[in-house]
């Protein structure tokens, strides 16, 4: 393992709640993450990535338009999505549509594939959740010869096909792509034989369940180049652990219990939220020096090149979420850094 991993920070535009309580509008929240692009560029951070939702609790359906906005105001952050849901759009309209967002912001864009762990973008667009695993594969395997830059020749039970179709805009080098992965070790298999980067979506339990699906990512990948393995999961910095707490414990709750009651889970409460950002965790909430140091622990346990922490959650607060950024790029990241650094060489 490296001495250093990259940190990003991924965001669904969660509508939030004012100081007052009131939600803010849509076009609110989306003006608001565009600001915390900002932020995230300044200080320092490697990526921002943006989740695409068609649902009320999330504002960001296109997450191109918010990112290209956020290229507009930013130098040298990488520009991505926290994922984009292949398996409901058309992957010719989604690669040209990142091969332009990696022109306005002179190739900082990657992208994230996924299925979504939401479906309602598939009666949206017309797509039967009956053809779920079909519509990812043969969409994925197109979007794959896409990358490419050639002429592509293709056919399957999903679209129209292709003979010898030529698509644009050309990047001028490609873009990072990765597949997300929630839990199939189905899609890490799939994500090494494409030759796609993997994501891991670790958002409940503790990072060390995960340790299969990377060490089979590379039993996959063998005799081919290494690619990158990166972790996303839910997390808050405030400037101690129990401000953290106070401060995310409420948007945790009112998240999971949305989402709790379609799928049929009991009602959140804090002996759980406790377990959750404990060692045994998914979620990095606390201090500066607390999430660093469990970011260095998940780095160490599944050997990964990148961590991204979903800083939005909920109702929590645009200020609040502003802080968050500026302790996770100033405190938390130099001080991961510091301390992969500091590893005996034989954890290395």
Avoid: C
């Avoid at 296109?62 to 292949?86: C, N, Y």
């Avoid at 953290?244 to 804090?270: C, K, L, T």
Wanted: avoid cysteine; charge should be negative; charged fraction near 25%.
């Amino acid at each position: 393992m490296g001495v250093s991993v990259q940190l990003g920070l991924d965001t669904f535009g969660d509508i939030t709640l004012r100081e007052d309580g009131t939600r803010v509008s849509d076009a609110q929240a989306i003006r608001d993450v565009v600001e915390q692009a900002v932020v995230a560029d300044e200080v320092g951070l490697h990526a921002f990535g943006v989740g695409e939702h068609h649902r009320r609790e999330f504002a960001i359906s296109s997450p191109e338009v918010v990112l290209a906005a956020a290229a507009a105001r930013t130098r040298s952050i990488r520009l991505g999505t926290a994922v984009t849901v292949l398996s409901s759009d058309d992957p010719v309209r989604v690669y040209e549509r990142f091969a332009t967002l990696d022109a306005v912001s002179s190739g900082r864009a990657e992208i994230t594939l996924g299925r979504g762990s939401f479906v309602e973008s598939f009666p949206l667009f017309g797509f039967d959740l009956r053809d779920y695993e079909v519509l990812f594969d043969e969409k994925l395997a197109l979007f794959s010869q896409l990358r490419a830059e050639r002429p592509v020749t293709w056919s399957g039970t999903t679209r129209a096909p292709l003979d010898a179709a030529d698509v644009f805009p050309k990047t001028e080098g490609g873009f990072p792509a990765w597949v997300g992965v929630g839990g199939s070790p189905e899609s890490v298999i799939r994500a090494a034989e494409h030759d796609y980067a993997l994501m891991l979506a670790i958002i409940g339990g503790p990072a060390h369940r995960f340790k299969p699906f990377v060490d089979l990512f590379h039993q996959a990948r063998a005799g081919k180049a290494a690619l990158p393995i990166g972790v996303h999961s839910p997390g808050h910095v405030a400037d101690t652990d129990e401000q953290a707490w106070s401060e995310a414990y409420p948007a945790f709750e009112q998240m999971r219990n949305v989402i709790g009651r379609e799928r049929g889970w009991g009602p959140y409460n804090r002996m759980q939220f406790q377990r959750d950002v404990g060692p045994e965790g998914a979620a990095y909430v606390g201090s500066p020096e607390t999430v660093a140091r469990k970011i260095v622990d998940t780095v160490r346990t599944l050997d990964i090149d990148r961590f991204d922490m979903k800083f939005s959650t909920g109702t929590l607060s645009h200020a609040r979420m502003l802080r968050s950024i500026e302790l996770f790029g100033t405190r938390v990241a130099p001080l991961v850094q510091e301390l992969l650094h500091d590893a005996p060489e034989s954890d290395r």
